[in-house]
């Protein structure tokens, strides 16, 4: 046995101590105590004390190990590693409690907890590990977490690839970017660092918090069949086929979705249906459009119809507004104006107290209604001005037939039920 105090008489003795597979080497940078032992016919080097490795890569770069003890089989080319085990190769470090090295793979395999930094600051733990240097390659197993300046991905395991800084994680999925204030849950996902995009390929859902005051909060649940995330200039996620959406007493449908948080700006496209409270709009494109995370207009462009019941005790009767263009405007949670323009029409069912008396049909260029606590109280046509009333006896049984053109009434509404969706 080699003491402390022989230290030098070590290093002179073992620093040029190599095993060889092939052209592939290892190179014994120091250590303190050294036994060579034999188990089964092979010679094993136990090394104790600051022990440190080096193996050049067929990138030129070198693979750096360091730990408290090894343990080297020369014939099978395999390094046991204990205690404070630290593995460097270019800008990733390794970390953990145990791990082995094979040198004719130069891979190494970590358990029993594992950390991975790079130098842009991202960080990973990790129950296990297996790092292939010459691949650039790492796979990670159990109660994976990948935290970096925007966001914290949880997940059951992960691939991770220095080139591109792409990974793939799987099972379990929760990315949460708290600057955001959103987190999405998936089954899996593919993040391609250096471009800052991010696809979740199957059965994502994404949250949104808002804090609109003291004690307040909603929150906003999308999902869809593929979400993808951009960070390239401003965050933004696209969501695409069947999107679902609900927060509040908004909700909505689409085959495509783009949400800008920020901005507080949701388009939709591909026959998109919005519902606030009872009332339901659909047209060609919606923007929803949030300022400090309250609703502040919905603009419909394209075969635009506003609808809401008349009165839940005539189920066919359908107060309607169409128009090239359709803006809802509302304040403190409540539509406050709806206005639509170019080839404007109106439908809506008049009522004495609580009493039927008809429909009045209107049309202009455009048509102005105002309403107070959700409730009509005025409507303003402008502009080559025609209308017709219908008394009640006309209208009875027959309200379908007065409906505007393109008029359908949608089931299947989502709401939110904590961060799921159900439908009516």
């Not at 939709?268 to 606030?276: E, F, G, I, Q, R």
């Not at 009493?355 to 046509?381: F, K």
């Amino acid at each position: 046995m080699i003491r402390v105090a022989a230290l030098v008489l070590l290093l002179t003795a073992i620093a040029g101590l190599l095993f060889a597979q092939g052209r592939r080497s290892v190179e014994l940078r120091s250590a303190q105590q050294l036994n060579v032992r034999e188990i089964e016919g092979e010679e094993v080097r136990d090394f104790i004390g600051d022990v440190h490795f080096v193996q050049p890569s067929d990138q030129g770069a070198q693979i750096h190990l360091w730990c408290d003890r090894a343990l080297q089989f020369m014939k099978r080319g395999r390094i046991e590693l204990m205690g404070n085990v630290k593995i460097v190769r270019d800008s990733v470090t390794l970390t953990g409690k145990q791990g082995t090295y094979l040198s004719a793979s130069r891979s190494a395999t970590m358990k029993d907890g594992v950390r991975l930094q790079r130098v842009d600051g991202t960080t990973l733990t990790a129950k296990e590990g297996l790092y292939m240097a010459e691949e650039r390659k790492a796979t990670f197993v159990g109660d994976v977490v990948v935290v970096d300046s925007v966001s914290t991905t949880r997940c059951d395991s992960l691939v991770f690839f220095e080139s591109g800084n792409r990974s793939h994680a799987k099972g379990n999925v929760k990315v949460v970017s708290p600057g955001d204030g959103v987190t999405v849950f998936a089954d899996s996902l593919a993040h391609f660092g250096d471009i800052d995009y991010t696809i979740v390929p199957l059965r994502p859902r994404m949250v949104h918090v808002d804090t609109l005051g003291p004690g307040r909060i909603d929150t906003l649940v999308v999902t869809g069949r593929v979400m993808e995330a951009y960070r390239d200039t401003t965050l933004r996620y696209i969501v695409r086929d069947s999107v679902v959406f609900a927060r509040d007493e908004l909700a909505g449908r689409s085959g495509y979705a783009l949400y800008r948080p920020s901005e507080g700006l949701v388009v939709l496209l591909k026959n998109p249906v919005v519902w606030y409270a009872e009332n339901q709009i659909t047209g060609d494109s919606i923007a929803v459009i949030l300022q400090d995370g309250k609703l502040r207009q919905v603009f419909v462009a394209g075969r635009a119809m506003a609808v809401s019941r008349a009165d839940t005790a005539l189920p066919e009767r359908f107060d309607q507004l169409t128009g090239r263009e359709v803006t809802l405007f509302f304040r403190d949670g409540q539509i406050e104006k709806i206005e639509a323009v170019r080839n404007a029409i109106s439908l809506y069912y008049l009522f004495e107290g609580t009493t039927p008396n008809g429909v009045n049909r209107s049309s202009g260029d455009r048509i102005l209604v105002e309403l107070a606590d959700g409730q009509v109280q005025d409507i303003t046509v402008y502009g080559g001005v025609e209308g017709t009333y219908r008394p009640e006896n006309l209208i009875l049984t027959r309200e379908r037939s007065f409906n505007l053109d393109g008029f359908r009434w949608h089931g299947g509404r989502p709401r939110r039920r904590g961060i799921d969706l159900v439908y009516d």
